[in-house]
């Protein structure tokens, strides 16, 4: 059976009321409202900036977890395991101290100056030194990554990797030593019944995390999740359903079992139709299986390491009215809806709106084709483009950024 979730990922607040949607990494609302921060980034056109690197591999994408036989444990290593403070049902605050951080990220926007609030997550530390394992829709479209470790301060991360069709990302903390880490367990031994407790940045406020204790309400099951917009979803297959209460924020937050190794990712919550008291979390051997591949270096069309190249262009579909506007006879290729001043396609004379038809001489007719152009290529590579705009058709080299996180 198939449930309709939301995904517990960094959506932006969107309008004037307090925000009610259900996601995990959480948008911090406006000031004023709880948890608020500043400013947010509004859906659709500012959102659409980061689409070449960001929202075009998630669009339609389907997360299927790594087949094979399932580790036993973690090969990272670890210093002890997470006990939450307060093992009695209901949410508690301190639970943990210094293994489970806040992740806070900033965008930079479409002809504006300087980096804007983009959301709020949660992430675990899993070495010493400062690698910290999240969901990729925590940090997808930042520009600026900062982590909060209750005890030891605020550290800028950069990402090492991102597996944007399993939702799971890999971060580096610029400077760090010392630090304590999760206890990985074996979730293929988690079973329904089993007592967990979920632990996050409940609703992005920071501080000492908190925690929820629960049950494990079902294993292996297929769910597909939505932003509250409807405008993206997920196939989320394998995941771990939990009879616990999540909240936006709790995304990339840890699952414990009773011997308080982390057994999952808290990764999405119920429609608001669903009620509360349910979340969904990605088992933790998947994950691991993902970051060790990031460790050893090893990209696929899937794993997608270090920086990726960044044109700086909003992109989307192409519609009749802007086909017929550039005198095109059909609407295959991608709309460029606007270029970022002093970007790789602002620089090779790119202006809105045009519609993009190769890459590389290949067609790119959907956002994910163009998104996976875009994310074979590294800042610095060159890809050749030809578009189309009110002057006519123009073929191109362009040089690839540095741009936001996938």
């Known amino acids: 059976m198939t449930d309709e979730v939301t995904p517990l990922g960094s959506e932006p607040w969107t309008g004037s009321e307090p925000w009610t949607g259900y996601q995990a990494g959480m948008p911090a609302p406006p000031p004023g409202q709880p948890g608020g921060r ?35 444990a973690s ?30 990220t900033s965008q930079q926007v479409l002809g504006a100056d300087g980096l804007r609030p983009l959301g709020a997550g949660t992430g675990m530390v899993l070495t010493a030194d400062g690698e910290i394992l999240t969901n990729n829709h925590v940090v997808e479209g ?6 909060t470790i209750p005890g030891h301060g605020s550290s800028t991360a950069t990402v090492v ?30 079973q329904v ?43 989320l297959n394998d995941v771990i359903q939990l009879a616990a209460d999540v909240h936006p924020g709790d995304s990339g937050g840890a699952v414990l079992n009773a011997q308080g190794q982390v057994v999952g990712i808290i990764t999405a919550g119920p429609s608001q139709s669903s009620g509360n008291g349910t979340g969904f979390a990605i088992p933790i051997n998947a994950a691991i299986g993902i970051v060790n591949e990031i460790r050893a270096g090893h990209g696929s069309s899937t794993i997608l390491l270090g920086e990726r190249g960044f044109m700086g262009v909003a992109v989307q579909p192409v519609d009749p009215a802007t086909a017929a506007q550039l005198g095109l ?13 002093g970007s790789p396609a602002a620089k090779v004379g790119m202006t809105a709106p045009a519609v993009i038809r190769t890459i590389d001489g290949r067609a790119v007719n959907t956002l994910d084709e163009l998104g996976g152009a875009i994310h074979s290529k590294v800042p610095g590579q060159q890809i050749q483009v030809t578009w189309i705009d009110q002057q006519g058709q123009h073929t191109a080299t362009v040089t690839l950024a540095s741009g936001p996180a996938v």
């Not at 406020?205 to 997920?234: F, K, L, M, Y």
């Not at 059909?330 to 001043?341: E, F, R, S």
């Open 38 to 72: 500043g400013p947010h980034r509004a859906r659709g056109w500012i959102a659409l900036l980061a689409a070449l690197v960001v929202s075009l591999a998630l669009v339609g994408s389907v997360l299927a977890f790594r087949g094979g036989p399932q580790r036993a």
């Open 75 to 104: 090969t990272l290593p670890s210093t002890g395991p997470i006990v939450p403070s307060s093992p009695s049902p209901g949410r508690s605050s301190g639970a943990t101290v210094g293994t489970i951080v806040d992740i806070n």
């Open 142 to 147: 930042a520009s600026s990554i900062q982590v």
């Open 161 to 190: 990797g991102v597996d944007p069709t399993d939702d799971v990302a890999l971060l580096q903390l610029t400077s760090a030593a010392g630090l304590p880490t999760v206890t990985v367990g074996d979730s293929s031994t988690v």
């Open 193 to 235: 019944g089993d007592p967990i407790t979920a632990i996050g940045n409940a609703f992005g406020r920071g501080g000492q995390p908190t925690a929820t204790t629960g049950t494990v309400a079902a294993v292996h099951r297929s769910i597909t999740a939505r932003d509250p917009s409807g405008t993206s979803s997920e196939r």
């Open 329 to 341: 006879s059909d609407t295959a290729g991608i709309l460029v809806a606007g270029v970022q001043p």
